[in-house]
């Protein structure tokens, strides 16, 4: 352990095959026979309460949290082999039993990886940030992952910036960001690397991460035991939620760059899973599972809590005894996940308490909606599949105590949420006049999960059905499942990137939304280059500066607050500033004067950075010296 820690200090140990070693070794844990069943264990885990170590100060003159991560994997395993009586047999524990059923992972990472292509096939810097640019949020979460490698610990603990100056997004939850930081560290080393390098590991690493929570989903329905059972009748149903995980109802997050919020979600549904399918709950390995997702959705989107509520009752409500049962010693270290559990949801509400309820009511932001035709579809099937399940008895749907049972109450996680999600929406379109930015994504949130819970009833009731009539064999059972399951890729649009090489307008969200970033793309190149050349060439002692491109292809306030962000410069100062080049939205003919006098007049502090020709032209068009000194070109 120790020699991996030292090499992997000194960067002599890194790269993307090291992160591909770390994932097999994560699989190779014994959590449980079952493959799907490791995946939820180690991604509920890995996700949800490994980022809570970036909590604690930069260690990062000792190790880091990737190399910390390998070494305990490494040493564990071996440690397990080498001091067993049986080394054959604890060898042959480290691989999990395979099933036709584990195959649609694959099909779930293929699908996840080919609908996110452009992200992970970035190779210089300036491809990386062209393709970033497409998304206001980028710079945020960019910001956030990029403070994590640059500080060694989350915002809150980075300490401050200077006297009377806070840090931005120190109110945000960044547990997401931390587990990308933590595969960067593996990636790229544990210091940061260049500004290229990093802009390629996030752009990859945070695309890797909305394919994992695909991924982590899949598994999580791989685990129900019909669907395990009878992977071929199940197919077009799995097939169907990873869709809607990749092109479809997901694409509404990617687009937008709610990866962050996508891993919320797909813990949420590790969670009802967990509560729902364990064997025993109260087995440490599952306990801590299931309290990691909880820490996981609090660090990633904290207002998912409300649906991870119902999710957990699922487990307690009825109370099923057997599922409990367990040791007084197996009960003790429950007691200690509970315990780190409180501290992760304290750490969560100390960093939130700083965001008041009437930002979070009356928050603006970007979200396509989707037409919600499916997601309607797929709220109707799921209803009627769970009251089916229960004979039409709502005294069975809430006291059975049968496995269908409990699958059937799954469906309460999403309509608890609809019973938040429409009052709080009449409040605010009578309020603002519209259904406000969180209001939006919570909605996103039920709409992933309706055919998660759709796939689990659906498929409950055919195998309710096929086991009650033993003797029914459908013939051409493969090419019947196989069809259906195509057809399933196409049920929220042609699943192509763009339909206007065959000469017809993109329609779907997904086919919209990638034929906008690929023109965005190519249009924002010049601006990305020279965004890139003026955050490479930023030098501290010029303090405090704001970036004006020379480019009207872009917005003048996403590049300059992109410039913050690649500089870790990113302060309640500097941010609140970029409010005065709004004249730029005019022109530049005119306003750029105007905009420029406008920021250094604002904040004293605050310098200007741009291109020699425009300060030139500044110069030229009689800027004061006191105030043009205070300008400074990158070139």
Same mark, same amino acid.
């Given at each position: 352990m120790s020699a991996l820690l030292w090499f992997g200090h000194q960067g002599v140990l890194r790269g993307w095959g090291l992160l591909a070693l770390t994932a097999l070794l994560v699989l190779a844990v014994p959590t449980s026979r079952q493959l799907s069943w490791r995946i939820v264990i180690a991604g509920a885990t890995l996700f949800g309460a490994f980022p809570l170590l970036w909590w604690i100060p930069d260690p990062r003159d000792l190790f880091s949290w990737g190399f910390v991560l390998l070494a305990m994997l490494g040493s564990g395993l071996t440690l397990r082999v080498i001091g067993s009586a049986n080394r054959g047999r604890a060898l042959k524990s480290l691989l999990p039993s395979f099933s036709k059923a584990d195959y649609y992972l694959l099909i779930a990472a293929l699908i996840g990886a080919t609908a996110l292509a452009p992200y992970f096939f970035v190779f210089t810097g300036q491809e990386a940030l062209s393709v970033l640019l497409t998304s206001w949020d980028n710079s945020s979460h960019f910001n956030m992952y990029n403070m994590l490698r640059a500080h060694g610990t989350v915002i809150p603990m980075a300490g401050v910036p200077e006297e009377g100056r806070v840090w931005s997004f120190v109110e945000y939850p960044q547990g997401f960001h931390a587990v990308v930081a933590t595969l960067s560290e593996l990636v790229v080393g544990p210091q940061p690397g260049s500004l290229s390098q990093e802009l390629i590991a996030y752009s990859r690493l945070s695309s890797l991460m909305a394919v994992a929570s695909a991924v982590l989903v899949t598994a999580g329905l791989i685990c129900v035991p019909w669907i395990r059972r009878r992977p071929l009748v199940s197919a077009p149903f799995l097939v169907l939620v990873a869709t809607a995980w990749s092109f479809g109802t997901a694409s509404h997050a990617t687009f937008f760059a709610f990866q962050n919020f996508l891993l919320g979600v797909a813990l949420l549904a590790a969670l009802m899973v967990i509560s729902a399918f364990a064997d025993s709950l109260a087995k440490p390995i599952i306990f801590a599972a299931a309290a990691s997702t909880v820490i996981g959705i609090a660090q990633t989107w904290s207002l998912l809590l409300i649906l991870a509520l119902p999710a957990a009752l699922l487990a307690i409500v009825p109370w099923i005894g057997r599922r409990w049962h367990t040791t007084s010693g197996n009960w003790a270290i429950n007691l200690a996940t509970v315990v780190l559990a409180m501290t992760g949801l304290f750490l969560a509400a100390k960093q939130i308490s700083r965001i008041g309820t009437?930002?979070?009511?009356?928050?603006?932001?970007?979200?396509?909606?989707?037409?919600?035709?499916?997601?309607?579809?797929?709220?109707?099937?799921?209803?009627?599949?769970?009251?089916?399940?229960?004979?039409?008895?709502?005294?069975?749907?809430? +006291?059975?105590?049968?496995?269908?049972?409990?699958?059937?109450?799954?469906?309460?996680?999403?309509?608890? /949420?609809?019973?938040?999600?429409?009052?709080? /929406?009449?409040?605010?379109?009578?309020?603002?006049?519209?259904?406000?930015?969180?209001?939006?994504?919570?909605?996103?949130?039920?709409?992933?999960?309706?055919?998660?819970?759709?796939?689990?009833?659906? +498929?409950? &009731?055919?195998?309710?059905?096929?086991?009650?009539?033993?003797?029914?064999?459908?013939?051409?059972?493969?090419?019947?499942?196989?069809?259906?399951?195509?057809?399933?890729?196409?049920?929220?649009?042609?699943?192509?990137?763009?339909?206007?090489?065959?000469?017809?307008?993109?329609?779907?969200?997904?086919?919209? /939304?990638?034929?906008?970033?690929?023109?965005?793309?190519?249009?924002?190149?010049?601006?990305?280059?020279? &965004?890139?050349?003026?955050?490479?060439?930023?030098?501290?002692?010029?303090?405090? &500066?704001?970036?004006?491109?020379?480019?009207?292809?872009?917005?003048?306030?996403? +590049?300059?607050?992109?410039? &913050?962000?690649?500089?870790?410069?990113?302060?309640?100062?500097?941010?609140?500033?970029?409010?005065?080049?709004?004249?730029?939205?005019?022109?530049?003919?005119?306003?750029?004067?105007?905009?420029?006098?406008?920021?250094?007049?604002?904040?004293?502090?605050?310098?200007?950075?741009?291109?020699?020709?425009?300060?030139?032209?500044?110069?030229?068009? /009689?800027?004061?010296?006191?105030?043009?000194?205070?300008?400074?070109?990158?070139?």
């Open positions: 009437e930002d979070v009511v009356a928050a603006l932001g970007k979200i396509e909606s989707s037409t919600h035709g499916v997601e309607i579809a797929t709220l109707l099937v799921g209803v009627t599949s769970s009251l089916l399940l229960a004979h039409g008895s709502f005294r069975q749907f809430f +006291t059975g105590r049968g496995t269908r049972h409990i699958s059937a109450r799954l469906i309460l996680v999403p309509l608890v /949420g609809l019973v938040v999600v429409i009052p709080l /929406g009449v409040y605010q379109v009578a309020t603002f006049g519209k259904v406000t930015y969180y209001s939006l994504k919570l909605a996103l949130a039920l709409e992933l999960l309706l055919p998660v819970v759709a796939c689990v009833t659906v +498929t409950a &009731l055919i195998d309710r059905w096929l086991s009650t009539h033993p003797y029914v064999h459908p013939r051409h059972l493969v090419i019947m499942s196989v069809l259906t399951a195509v057809a399933s890729t196409q049920v929220f649009g042609l699943t192509v990137p763009d339909t206007k090489p065959l000469g017809m307008e993109p329609v779907a969200p997904y086919q919209r /939304g990638m034929s906008a970033i690929t023109t965005e793309t190519s249009t924002n190149g010049p601006s990305a280059d020279e &965004l890139f050349q003026a955050a490479q060439s930023y030098n501290p002692h010029h303090g405090d &500066l704001v970036f004006v491109t020379s480019h009207d292809q872009v917005d003048p306030l996403l +590049t300059a607050t992109w410039f &913050l962000s690649l500089t870790g410069t990113h302060k309640d100062n500097t941010n609140s500033v970029l409010a005065e080049l709004r004249p730029l939205y005019s022109g530049y003919t005119g306003n750029l004067k105007l905009a420029v006098q406008n920021v250094l007049e604002e904040d004293r502090d605050v310098s200007i950075v741009l291109d020699k020709e425009l300060r030139n032209f500044l110069e030229s068009s /009689g800027l004061s010296e006191n105030l043009l000194s205070r300008v400074v070109s990158y070139n």
